[in-house]
Each structure stands twice: as C-alpha cells, then as structure tokens.
C-alpha cells in the first residue's frame, strides 16, 4: 500500500499530490509536465519536496513534519527510469547484479529474473551492444534484483518500436503475475495503462484530476472515443 | 661506449622516480579536490581555485622559494615536520613535493574535466540500487573517469619530469640527491666540454617527452570516443 502527500514547487509547476492505493500496480497517467515523473523522484528520494509524506507497506520514507527523511540508497525503491541509465562500463551481468544483495540466496533469484526476463543470452554484453528492448529489460531486472520494497517504471516503453514495445510489454505483464511488487507505473499511454495497472490516480499540471479502477478509467476511455473523434493519445 | 654516463644515468632515474612518486603522491589529493570541485558548490570556492592556478602562474622559482619559507628546515612547517624525522629541503623528496606541487594544478584540472563529463544521472540511479557516496564513487565516477585521471596523470608526469625551477629553488643542485635530469643539463651547460652531454640528456628528455605527449594524446582521444559513443 502507498500513501503519499506531497508539495513542491517548480519554477513552471505548482505540484500539490496526494493520494493512497492498495493496488498492486497503480498507473500515473496524465500528459508530459503533469508531474509525473516528480512524484517517482520524491519517492526514489532524488528529489527533496517542500513539504510532504510518503509511507509504503507503512514504512515511511519521508515526513517532512516529523523531519523524516530516508536517504535514496536505503528506501530499496527499484527505479526503472525512462533511458533505462544502465552502467555503460559494466555488461549485462555487473549491471543486473550491481544492486544485489550480498546473499547465498541472490544467485537463486538472479537465476529467476534473468529468466523471467529473456536475459540468459545478453549477459557478457555491454548496453551499447544491446537493442532499446533489451536495454529497458535489463533497466527491470536490476531494478529486481535490488530487493525493492516498490518498483517505479517511469515511461518503460517509450521511445521503443512496436516489436520491442509488445516484449517488453508482455515481460512486464509476467512480472505483475509472478512477483507481486508493488509497482507504481508513469505513463501517457491508455493500452499501457489497460494492460498492466489496477488503479489509475491521473494527474494534470501538478494536481490529482481523478483516482479509479483501471476499468472504470478503459471504459471512459471507450465511451470517450465512440461519442466523438478519439481524443489524442496524451490526452486525459 | 655506453649511452650515458654513471651520473648521467643517476639524474635520468632520479628524475623518473620523481616524477612517478610526485604523481602518486599528489593523485588522493588532487582526486579530492577534482571531486569537491566538480560535485559541490561552497563559499571559498573561486579563491580556492585561484591557489590551485597559482603554481601554473607564478614564477618556478618563487614557488621553489615558497615551498622553501614553508618547508625549510627553520621554517615553521618544516621545523615542526623535523620533529617526526620528517626533512624535504635540500633532499630528493623535496624534488617530489616541489615536481607534485608543478605538476598538481595539471592533475586536477584533467581529473575535474573528466568528473565533469560523467553522467550525474548514472550516480543516480546507481544510489537507487543502494549504493552509497563512496561506492558510487569508486563504482561508477572513477572508471568512467578512467581515461581523463590517465591522461591528468600522464600530463603531471610530464610536467614533473621536467621540473627545474621550483626544484632548484628549494632543494638546490646536490650530485645523487636533488641532481634531476634538467638540473644536470642546467649544469652541463655551464662547464666547458659539457656540450656532448648536453645533447645525450636532452635526446633523452626528447624520447621521455614525446612518449609521455603520445600517451596524453591517445588517452584524452580514447576518452572523447568514449563519451561520444555514450552520448
């Protein structure tokens, strides 16, 4: 469960969120400069808002009121971000393992997420021998791997062609099954949102619009498009 | 007949083993100082940076001279650093501070340039993965800085090798002790008949030189296809 209240300021955006959610994936959808991807850097803890709260699974990562604030590097938040960031000096494996616990038991789950993830043959690879898919999978299973108490994908699929789309799609579709990280997901795509979210909190020039279940939102959606010409795909 | 003499030989290895220790020596430092200069913002900064040009700008010697009021044997440092059985005037590790001392300003500014290039959101995501400043730090700032620090390290050895005027300055001309190879061509030049030595020590220079040059060129080269491969 998240809970999550937050107050910054920008120099071109007011931000002002807050909303709670025992969903396992919880989509933020809303157009570019909504504050989407603000709200995942509060929460990874690379951004310092004014003023605000954040609790998972009632762990607090920040209190502004009470002057609680968990460093970035032990909220154990997997951030998958947009460009992927993987270490272009390290391969496939150093970058998967890069966040891994030093346990027995994390070679049984490297094992499992490599797996699970399609990633047994790019292992030896550095990221520039590696496709904008593959890059995006591997960004997922370091992320994974680091034990995260939630994993944040801010826009996992944008800028991939329609092929790697689908696979990184369907990847992350078997993660939601086989995983059940709670998964907060940015995006400014509705079949995105269809495919992988329970909830929907939308967002809009820094402010919560509506939170709903992902069907209540696709049936919108729908009824939206067959009463008039379909909205444009960034649309809310 | 041998390439060099005995005591040419000596200043050759001297000025070598100078010149390496002089960058080892100054490299924590100058990583630091590159580090604080490219990550932080503080008060002081700018008059911080302008001691840092200072060995660029000054005068050799009035650096020699400098380190000599400092480090001296009745100096206030130098005396207290006695005490410890600590003594670098007029000995070859006075030739090490005062070639690390010249060759510093080089070492930080390459090094700075290089921290200057990695990707600040690398060091982000590697602090989501868990990683704290000094594993990030030695994780992913310094091997993506790798070939800039070389290239920083190779410079500095350049300018330490030929070190002359801060090193006579403070440690003098002392045969086998302080006697760098500029040093002893400074010498050759000044007795009759020195000339043919003259000329061997200064090929030498040149061989020294123009490795260390090739290096520097090839490094900072690698480094640029580097990033722009990353870009």
């Known amino acids: ?236 | 007949m041998a390439l060099l003499a005995a005591d040419e030989w000596q200043a050759l290895a001297l000025s070598l083993r100078v010149a390496v220790l002089a960058v080892a020596g100054a490299a924590p430092f100058a990583l630091a100082l590159a580090w604080l200069l490219s990550r932080k913002r503080f008060r002081g900064r700018m008059l911080l940076e302008a001691l840092l040009f200072l060995p660029l700008i000054l005068p050799p010697v009035v650096t020699g001279y400098a380190l000599l009021a400092l480090l001296g044997r009745h100096a206030p440092l130098g005396e207290l650093l006695g005490r410890f059985g600590i003594v670098v005037a007029f000995r070859w590790t006075g030739a090490v501070v005062a070639a690390a001392v010249m060759g510093f300003p080089l070492l930080v500014l390459s090094v700075r340039q290089a921290f200057d290039h990695v990707d600040r959101r690398l060091e982000a995501a590697a602090e989501t993965l868990g990683a704290g400043a000094w594993r990030r730090f030695a994780t992913i700032t310094l091997p993506l800085s790798a070939r800039g620090i070389a290239a920083g390290a190779v410079l500095a050895f350049a300018r330490a090798f030929g070190e002359f005027g801060a090193t006579i300055s403070f440690v003098s001309n002392i045969p086998g002790e302080t006697r760098t190879l500029p040093i002893a061509i400074y010498e050759l030049l000044n007795v009759p008949g020195g000339m043919p030595g003259v000329r061997r020590l200064a090929l030498v220079s040149l061989v020294v030189a123009f490795a260390a040059s090739a290096a520097a060129t090839r490094l900072a080269g690698g480094a640029a296809r580097r990033r722009g491969r990353e870009d």
């Open chain 1, 1 to 236: 469960m998240i809970e999550l209240s937050l107050r910054h300021a920008f120099a071109d955006l007011e931000l002002d969120v807050g909303f709670r959610s025992d969903a396992r994936v919880l989509a933020l959808f809303g157009p570019s400069g909504a504050g989407k991807t603000s709200v995942l850097n509060a929460i990874a803890g690379l951004l310092a808002p004014r003023q605000g709260r954040i609790a998972i699974d009632g762990t607090v990562l920040l209190d502004s009121a009470r002057g609680v604030r968990v460093p970035t590097a032990r909220r154990r938040i997997g951030y998958v971000f947009q460009d992927g960031r993987l270490f272009p000096h390290l391969n496939v494996r150093g970058n998967l393992l890069y966040g891994a616990p030093r346990r027995g038991r994390a070679a049984g789950e490297f094992a499992a997420i490599v797996d699970l993830l399609g990633l047994g043959a790019l292992l030896a690879r550095r990221p520039h021998h590696l496709s904008g898919g593959e890059r995006q999978r591997v960004a997922i299973g370091r992320a994974l791997l680091a034990e995260p108490r939630a994993l944040l994908l801010d826009e996992p699929l944008s800028g991939l062609h329609a092929e790697a789309r689908a696979q990184v799609l369907a990847h992350l579709g078997r993660l939601k099954r086989e995983l059940g990280v709670f998964t907060l997901l940015v995006t400014h795509h509705a079949d995105e949102v269809g495919a992988l979210a329970d909830e929907v909190v939308r967002l809009a020039d820094g402010h919560v619009v509506r939170q709903l279940p992902v069907a209540e939102f696709l049936a919108e959606r729908a009824a939206a498009t067959a009463d008039g010409p379909p909205p444009p795909r960034a649309a809310l």
